[in-house]
């Protein structure tokens, strides 16, 4: 993936609001698509994913979207708790591929 | 139940010499990945062990090998170490290779 540097966007939420995060993803081929979270000396733990034939799907308090003819992906968090605050990454994968591939990261910062 | 484990956590090496680390995958997975995170990116695949093979591999030099045990364990070798190789190495596994990874937290390495 590309090389964002020490320097990852960040996104400002205030608490109790809800967060949108945003990923453009790099092959249209891509089938499965995949949202992690990844908390400070962690490693990345699984959110929600996926498939190409859906263009949403619903967790708790978790909804991917995905537009396919934009090659966008969007992770939706309803009402934001501190607990939230972590770095988010969107991945892809081929079907026939082995590998998952990730995006840029995004820092999620709780505001009290 | 334990989830995937690695160690040790952290390790510091001299430049040219070489480093072995371990995982443990989750309990009922047989699939095992290898990821390089460089700090403030995304992981980035190195390579995939499945049934004791190395299934796929990313766009990683020769000096990165590795192997998996017939319990599913699995080790990273690097040699001849240059600074560039500093970055957390994430070992992730699954139950097969078309289902969510599940990431351990990590092998910091640095290279002096």
């Known amino acids: 993936g590309e090389s964002v540097g020490l320097h990852l966007p960040t996104l400002s939420v205030q608490e109790g609001d809800n967060s949108i995060i945003n990923c453009a993803y790099s092959?249209?081929?891509?089938?499965?698509f995949i949202w992690y979270k990844q908390e400070s000396g962690k490693g990345p733990q699984f959110i929600i994913d996926?498939?190409?034939?859906?263009d949403k799907r619903q967790g708790q308090r978790v909804t991917v979207l995905l537009n396919k003819t934009v090659k966008h992906l969007s992770l939706q968090i309803a009402a934001t708790q501190p607990g939230d605050s972590a770095v988010y990454f969107c991945?892809?994968?081929?079907?026939?591929?082995?590998?998952?591939?990730f995006g840029k990261g995004t820092r999620l910062h709780i505001l009290p | 139940d334990a989830g995937v484990t690695q160690s040790p956590t952290h390790l510091i090496k001299t430049r040219g010499q070489q480093v072995t680390l371990r995982c443990s995958p989750k309990?009922?997975?047989?699939?095992v990945s290898w990821y390089q995170q460089a700090l403030g990116q995304g992981p980035q695949f190195i390579f995939q062990?499945?049934?004791?093979?190395?299934?796929q591999r990313g766009n990683f030099p020769d000096r990165f090998s590795g192997h998996q045990f017939p319990n599913y364990s699995s080790e990273l070798n690097v040699n001849a170490l240059l600074l560039g190789d500093s970055a957390l190495y994430l070992c992730?596994?699954?139950?097969?290779?078309?289902?969510?990874?599940?990431f351990g937290n990590g092998t910091r390495l640095t290279v002096t």
């Open positions: 092959n249209s081929a891509s089938d499965y």
């Open positions: 309990s009922g997975h047989d699939t």
């Open positions: 062990y499945y049934e004791e093979e190395e299934r």
């Open positions: 991945a892809e994968k081929l079907n026939r591929d082995d590998k998952i591939i």
């Open positions: 992730a596994s699954s139950p097969g290779t078309f289902a969510p990874l599940h």
């Open positions: 996926i498939r190409s034939n859906m």
